[in-house]
């Protein structure tokens, strides 16, 4: 019986030590197998996009503004300026601080390259109180209203087309006018059959630049002109032989002094 013990005691204790072991090399297995395994982790990149620069100084050259702070809005819309060159709306925002800030020809240089990006802001400034101290600067005058004028004339709204360059003519001195304009300006007044500015304008134009009579003869927009006395008067005397006569020496007109030679032939 004792002998039966013993060997029962001895049994059990080899046992529990067989399973001890076991356990112990089998978490030392796991551990080793777990260390050595290449570990697969999913990375995300997260791009963090930092604060726009440009739309904070913006942000606080507006509030600036709005607090009557002109020459500190300018400076910090200059920053966005700076960084946004192609941004129309910066620029014109810009122009409007430079203006309320005394800086009349920087907010002239802003405002005009402002309309050279987005045509809209030659006709948003005629009504921007922001420019009230430039309304009757020429250059304002000529950035706004002719711009505007070409807008409407190419979108065939002849009247505002009209009504935008006797603003200008009424406005500018008439130095300031060169023949192109002029030109364009008769052109628009034909538009809205008003012949008396349209012979005026061309008249002017035709002084500086004789060769747009021949412009005048070929461009449609004059046809109601042309059964005028007073319109083929103006393209004869152009023609006449003399110092400012064309290079080719074409005359035409009606008396013993030209050639004559229908306008309409050119």
Known sequence: MATSNRFQIAFGLAFWLALASAAVLGRFSCAERYSRAPRVT?????????????????SQASRLYRAGNFSQAVQLQKEAAAQRPDDARIAYNLACYLCLAGESEESLEALAHAIEMSGKYASTSLDDDDFEALRGHPRFVLLT??????????????????????????????????????????RAAVAHKQLDEALLWLDLALEEDVELARAAIKDAHFNDLKCDERFYAMVSRAFLPGPESPADGTTVGKGKDATARDPNSF
Do not use: C, G, N, W
């Open 42 to 58: 999913s990375t995300v990149q997260i791009r963090s996009t930092p604060a726009s620069t440009y739309a904070r100084s913006e």
């Open 145 to 186: 209203h002719v711009e505007s004028a070409r807008r409407s004339f190419a979108a065939r709204h002849y009247r505002s087309a009209f009504e935008s360059y006797r603003k200008v003519f009424t406005t500018l001195p008439k130095e300031e006018l060169d023949a192109e304009l002029l030109f364009e300006m008769s």
